[in-house]
């Protein structure tokens, strides 16, 4: 369409609804209030717009942080978005959406481009790649649903399209709007009309009543909850359904804090030979295991050490039904559980062994001169935590040690344990401040992760958030150093004085603390001041690792080396 069409389709458009004014009025029904970012100048028409409405945009330091900031707020409160300029700031967030894509966060990524009428005679604007469709062709392999809204005919229809994917299957999605695309007016008459479905409810019912019998005819009968309980909002179907039936549950790792962890019949995370062993045992020896919204990968079945017995499992996620060897096609989760509900089955009562009842620990005794252990910090963050409490942890001992943390609520445990990108965290954070700015969110970061996104607590100062952010200062790549025999260079990286920070990025307090009375100071005083941000630079005991991450490296070392 030339501009003199787009001018013709501007003057009979009986709505009145610019092409960029349609798409901030749909991210708001989606219930996104806040949209992260950088501008520059193929977005900035966008951006002021996107100023002027009710969403509020918050500047960041790089884009990667931005898009990590937009997961979290989407994990936390439903959707997320963010923004950004083409191919530079783009392509920059690329990273952020593979994670989010893979780890099921839905992001919607808003872009700028070159308008289209600058675009004929294919001239070298500046950040073009290698076409006018590089960025998009990227994102299209990284998202859900992608769409460039270049036709104003179709532009509203593509809106829709997109975030209706976002929405349904909790992944991220790309919009462009070419920059002169941003004020026009598209001539149709547009109304939202909702996806039809595709389920197939014959298949429901007899995978209902496939599972009822199985439910009913088991002795030991389990629930493993995954990361899709929470992306899909099903806590409380999952909760109804083994209350009703007194069903123990566990968790994977990526799914931790899906189920609030000091329910009654919540008995711990199931992470195969790398778990626990009492668990791991429990889950082990069931004879009817219902694995709802969980994936399969690597990390969360302890690499692969996990033995579920295909023959005992339901497995049902919202792509796929599997009863044993039977597969359903296109039956909803949530369907599917309130289906397994309103059956009441009549389901044995497996007993709980008083191990596995988990408690809300008490403060350990402080060991004065002790150096630190990443244990004894968890331990000691675990007497804190309560049900307004977030914790975000990041790639690394942070997560191994964090596993270890009783989470008091639903949903209040961040990380990216299955895409594992270091970094996530201290940006997640302002994502996860901005979307509940009333809870208490605590980070838990290696030194190399903090090195690489760090910066983003400057836009946590400048938006007045309080988080309180502990580094775990290993001087290097520890988790690395765990996977391969020898001493190599590249695991060291340069020590930095992680506490002095809140000065150069003005404002927030830091604290070094090399023993445990250093750490426990440091985390009262950081707890008991809810008007800043705060920064524990904690230095851990030479070669000292949580066991977690003892066992894993134990595993996952034969991979490495091939052996
Ligand atoms: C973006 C990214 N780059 C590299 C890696 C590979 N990697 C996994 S763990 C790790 C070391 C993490 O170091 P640190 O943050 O200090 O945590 P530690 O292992 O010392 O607890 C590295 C480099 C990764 N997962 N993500
Ligand atoms: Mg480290």
Request: net charge negative.
């Amino acid at each position: 369409m030339n501009s003199s069409q787009r001018n013709a389709a501007q003057r009979s458009n009986p709505s009145e609804v610019s092409i960029a004014g349609y798409l901030i009025r749909r991210l708001q029904d989606y219930g996104i209030a806040d949209c992260f970012g950088i501008p520059g100048d193929y977005v900035l028409a966008f951006y002021s717009l996107l100023e002027e409405s009710p969403i509020n945009v918050i500047g960041c330091t790089r884009e990667d942080c931005a898009g990590f900031a937009a997961d979290a707020y989407a994990r936390v409160h439903g959707m997320g978005a963010v923004c950004v300029t083409y191919c530079v700031g783009g392509l920059s967030v690329c990273n952020s959406i593979a994670g989010a894509y893979a780890e099921k966060s839905p992001v919607v990524m808003l872009t700028g481009s070159p308008g289209l009428n600058e675009r004929v005679n294919n001239p070298l604007l500046h950040h073009k790649v290698r076409d006018f469709r590089t960025q998009l062709d990227v994102f299209d392999k990284l998202c859900i649903a992608s769409t460039e809204l270049n036709d104003p005919l179709t532009a509203f229809s593509e809106i829709d399209r997109v975030l209706d994917a976002c929405h349904r299957f909790k992944r991220p999605v790309y919009i462009d709007i070419p920059r002169d695309m941003v004020h026009v007016v598209p001539a149709v008459s547009h109304s939202y009309r909702r996806p039809v479905s595709n389920d197939d409810q014959l298949a429901l019912e007899e995978a209902v009543r496939e599972s009822i019998d199985r439910l009913t005819k088991a002795e030991r009968p389990l629930i493993i909850a995954g990361v899709e309980i929470h992306r899909f909002g099903l806590q409380e179907l999952v909760l109804q359904l083994a209350e009703q039936a007194s069903i123990p549950m566990a968790a994977t790792i990526l799914g931790k804090s899906v189920i609030r962890e000091t329910h009654p019949l919540f008995i711990g995370l199931y992470e195969g030979a790398i778990g626990k062993a009492e668990v791991t045992e429990y889950v082990e020896s069931s004879d009817c295991i219902l694995l709802l919204g969980t994936f399969m990968t690597d990390i969360n079945l302890g690499i692969y050490t996990a033995k579920l017995d295909v023959k005992n499992c339901i497995y049902a996620t919202s792509e796929q039904l599997q009863i044993s060897y039977h597969h359903f096609p296109r039956v909803p989760l949530d369907q599917f559980l309130q289906k397994l509900i309103d059956a009441k089955p009549n389901v044995t009562r497996r007993p709980i062994p008083t191990d596995l009842h988990i408690k809300a620990p008490l403060a350990p005794d402080i060991e004065a001169e002790a150096p630190l252990r990443v244990s004894r910090i968890i331990a000691h963050l675990n007497a804190k935590l309560d049900s307004d409490t977030i914790v975000i942890a990041d790639i690394g001992d942070s997560l191994f040690a964090a596993t270890e943390l009783v989470i008091h609520d639903s949903t209040d445990f961040l990380s990216p344990a299955y895409y594992t990108s270091m970094g996530f965290s201290v940006p997640a954070s302002l994502g996860a401040c901005t979307a509940r700015p009333n809870d208490r969110v605590v980070v838990i970061c290696g030194d190399g992760a903090f090195q690489m996104t760090g910066q983003e607590m400057s836009t946590l100062i400048a938006q007045g958030h309080s988080p309180i952010l502990i580094v775990l200062d290993n001087h290097g790549y520890g988790t690395e150093r765990m996977l391969q025999q020898g001493n190599w260079n590249y695991n060291e990286i340069h020590a930095w004085n992680f506490h002095l920070l809140p000065l150069i990025y003005n404002g927030g307090r830091g604290y070094l603390a090399t023993n445990e009375i250093e750490f426990c100071d440091a985390l009262d005083e950081a707890w008991n001041d809810r008007t800043q941000l705060h920064l524990i630079h904690a230095k851990i005991a030479e070669g000292d690792a949580s066991q977690t991450l003892l066992r894993l490296a134990e595993r996952l070392g034969k991979r490495v080396d091939n052996t």
